[in-house]
């Protein structure tokens, strides 16, 4: 049976009719029609799905969407804005700084994976800004790739791990300058 | 990229002869249509329904920012004509019609650089469409790493063929003749002289018209000296929106009133010879989800709701039983099995005379080696939407060959093939047959059934149970050196059965009888990989071909058999190595004298500081409980030239091999942009790993069991190796394919760094810890 549900996702209050055990990941594609989270497995066996929820990235096609009341679900289409406001920037980039080392990186093959990749790599960074190699594959290891896309996914993150703390001391950033918790807190 | 050749297709299926029924034909009634009628006809067979707000653009299969395209009708549109291959804009760009499809290996791109470098314009100004039947010319499958190889001639020289006719124009326009004209950005000047009288554009000059111009190919193609385009580096052009999310993949589209479905088949393929019988279905099982409904064809079973989660349910709750008989070998007793089969024998090359160089030479190696089924396993499963009607039929789905798919879908639907319409959006990496066919097929059945669109979305049980493997294999290798360390003879017997040509959902529907597509060149002992990199006098390659009617259901994996050649040639090749004392890599430099095997071989050899000092692997075998290997190796597809070396960690006591390091060369003749190939070899390397240390189809006598990817495992980011990958670019040479040959060669490496660290030859892949431990048991 159907039941009413309001869902905070990308910051935006949405109503949802749905049975109570419908996957989050259904109603973030077929309801809200949200292109990052995708269907990989069904089984949190792979991370193409991932979100974030309250800022911890969780596999959304496991997740009813009755957990989720109340809480705070940010897709990769939400991750430029909920990394300014983690980050305190005055205004919300493009992209968050994985996405765009990812580009930089040219890491991606076929790229249906790097829903999941972007998600998890922007949760690690968030707790630990400067994760050594071992720590990164360590907190990827959860997310699959056919393509093998794995050691340019490393480097990627390397790449948006500086590129994080130089935003910390850019002019239009002065305010995060002095503030050397910032990059560790999640939320 | 991967693998299957389109001449075999030519080969072994009859050109025209009609689908009956779900097997691959080579686009029969596919006739080209006259220019004049494309033209009257056009947009005849558009349908008229608009896809949700964001994805109209891309049902438009127009790129955003990029101008109309022309209107569409059912292809192939006429290859003899300009206007097939390109059309320019107003705006003066290039909209570049490709008949091969993007899977994230980048030859959209590279084939646009190649038209831009041509056209003389800039990366900015050129796009492509997707795929599409009633759009896009047939330049056959995208197999065997063939983009760049069969799809750049008519690209290039189109596209070459327009510029000179744009100069003709511009020379009347100008007056001045075409030798003066200097062309930059599509921007045709006088040379030597500025000013708005003196130039004009491409697109002033035939913005978004026709060329109407019979497509000749004699017009002269840039010398490679001069160059400014290919050969460099432009990023991905799909990159940006797959990063941000934008990118629309096939599973992020949706119909109008369109109904979300599932198919309803045992977990896991049965025989493919059998396939599976219904014994009993109860609908009532489902009456609990009032809008699921249960639809059925033979014994083609599916589920169709308004609400995706409905038809997941719908098709888990099911009460469903089947008739499977217990005929399979099971994955333990596969390779006995296929040995004792009546095979179809075929000597593939023979040259000399094994036997009589064998008896007397001063080292002999041989082996009994085995490969698993392997399982494509794309990361997203595939699926498809489709919309059939009496007299028509739209299908979207991430084939590799829209013309081909096209064709069976005419024959499971009773339509005539230029009735269906086949649009192409990019799924997740396939690496060859997945079930992209299977699924097109399940949703056309199941849209007709329904008589309304329907989404299907294969769940993972799906693909993983009902792909169509790259089959097992049995390899028996002998080969024979003189004392100075010379490869005097050689030897390769192959056993495995040859892929499927009739999908799932054609023999459960129509009950189409199974069949397999009969010998091609990359369904067998492939020369080029067993033994053919190296001068050996007196070769022997035969090809035992087992009837795969008791087995599961095979198709081309990328690189196919290669991997499984190499694993078995390559060790041999090792062992004579090994037994005349000479280092792996010099023993090879000593058989070889082509300077393309060459050049990939010390390629690696150089980027991995290779010792050339002869490394006795009994002296690997150490008390010491890691164990660390090196071993080179070389491979290759049909074409092109694969080197690698591999470094690996063997854990003694527990049989766990670990690749820590991997270094790949691919010498692909003219690399249109290098960087593209470099990510392809960086994925070879990393896919071989995973396929040499995880990857194994397991199947009872009834069912395959690995249907998901804890059952099928693939490696992971902790396992991951650092890969060093290696384009060696030949200017003079033709482009030749990059997608798969650095596998075979990666395989031998690793199998070779085993050796090299514990003084074991093994025999049979995944080299799992059991495996593993068995074989040093042995030793």
Known sequence: MASEFKIRVNEQLHNVSADPDTPLLYILMNDLQLQGPRFGCGLAQCGSCSVLLDGEEIRSCVTPVSAVAGKSVTTLEGLPSWYAKQKKLGKTPGLHPVQQAIIDEQAVQCGYCFNGMIIQAADLLSKNPHPTDAQIRTAMNGHLCRCGSYPRVIKAIQRASHRMNADMVTPENEMLADDTEAAGVAR | MTSHQTGERLGIMEEGKAPLDGTPALNPGAATIPRREFLKTGGALVIGFSMRGALAAAFTNQEAGAPAARAAMAGPPDPKQIDTWLAIHSDNTATVYIGYVELGQGSTTSLLQISAEELDLDMSQVHTVRLDTNLTPNQGGTYSSSSIARGSPAIRTAAAEARKALLEMASTKLGAPVERLIVSKGVVTVGGMAGEAQSVTYGELIGDKQFNLAFTGDAPVKPVSDYKLVGTRPPRND?????????????????????????????????????????????????????????????????????????????????????????????????????????????????????????????????????????????????????????????????????????????????????????????????????????????????????????????????????????????????????????????????????????????????????????????????????????????????????????????????????????????????????????????????????????????????????????????????????????????????????????????????????????????????????????????????????????????????????????????????????????????????????????????????????????????????????????????
């Open chain 2, 239 to 779: 990159i940006p929106d797959k990063a941000s999310g934008k990118y629309v993949y096939l599973q992020h589209l949706r119909l109008p009133e369109m109904l979300h479905a599932r198919v309803v088949r045992p977990r896991g393929q049965t025989a493919y010879g059998s396939g599976a019988k219904v014994a009993t279905l109860d609908e009532n099982s489902i009456a609990h989800i009032p809008s699921a409904r249960v639809l059925r064809k033979g014994d083609f079973v599916g589920v169709v709701a308004e609400r995706e989660w409905d038809a997941v349910r719908a098709a888990r709750d099911l009460k469903i039983t089947w008739d499977i008989p217990a005929i399979l070998p099971g994955s333990d007793g596969v390779y006995d099995a296929m040995r004792a089969e009546k095979t179809g024998d075929r000597i593939v090359l023979q040259r000399g005379d094994v036997d009589a160089v064998f008896s007397s030479a001063a080292h002999t190696a041989s082996g009994h080696y085995r490969a698993p089924y392997q399982a494509h396993a794309p990361f997203g499963p595939n699926g498809a939407l489709a919309d059939v009607k009496s007299d028509s039929a739209l299908v979207i789905c991430s084939t590799q060959d829209v013309y081909a798919t096209r064709n069976t879908l005419a024959g499971v639907l009773g339509l005539r093939p230029p009735q269906v319409r086949v649009q192409y959006y990019e799924g997740s990496g396939t690496y060859g047959h997945s079930c992209y066919d299977d699924v097109a097929q399940a949703a056309a059945i199941l849209s007709q059934l329904a008589g309304k669109p329907v989404r299907l979305q294969f769940m993972r049980w799906d693909e993983h149970g009902w792909d169509l493997y790259g089959p097992a294999h049995v390899g028996e290798v002998r080969a024979a050196a003189d004392a100075g360390g010379k490869i005097v003879a050689y030897q390769y017997d192959g056993w495995h059965h040859n892929w499927s040509a009739v999908e799932t959902s054609a023999q459960l529907a129509l009950g189409t009888p199974p069949a397999e597509w009969r010998d091609g060149a990359a369904q067998m002992v492939n020369p080029a990989d067993c033994g053919g990199m190296y001068d050996i006098a007196n070769v022997k390659l035969v090809n035992h071909h087992v009837p795969g009617m008791n087995y599961l259901r095979g198709a081309w994996l990328r690189s196919p058999l290669d991997l499984s050649f190499s694993f078995a040639s390559e060790q041999t090749i090792d062992e004579l190595a090994h037994q005349a004392g000479i280092d792996a890599y010099e023993f090879r430099k000593r058989n070889i004298t082509s300077d393309r095997w060459m050049g990939v071989l010390d390629a690696v050899a150089k980027a991995s500081k290779w010792d050339e000092t002869p490394r006795p692997p009994a002296a690997k075998l150490s008390k010491e409980k890691i164990a660390t290997g090196r071993g080179i190796g070389l491979g290759t597809h049909l074409t092109s030239y694969g080197g690698a070396v591999a470094e690996v960690e063997v854990n003694k006591e527990t049989g766990k091999v670990r690749v820590k390091r991997m270094y790949g060369a691919i010498d692909a003749g003219l690399a249109v942009n290098p960087a593209f190939i470099e990510n392809q070899i960086s994925g070879q390397l990393v896919q071989t790993a995973s396929r040499m240390l995880l990857e194994e189809v397991t199947f009872n006598k009834t069912n395959v069991t690995s249907l998901d990817w804890n059952s099928y495992p693939i490696l992971r980011f902790e396992e991951c190796p650092e890969v060093v990958p290696i384009c060696v670019q030949r200017l003079d040479q033709k482009s030749t394919g990059a997608g798969e040959e650095v596998m075979a060669a990666a395989a031998g490496a690793i199998a070779c760094a085993f050796f090299d660290a514990t003084g074991v030859h093994i025999r049979e892949f995944p080299l799992t810890p059991k495996r593993v431990l068995a074989a040093l048991k042995t030793a």
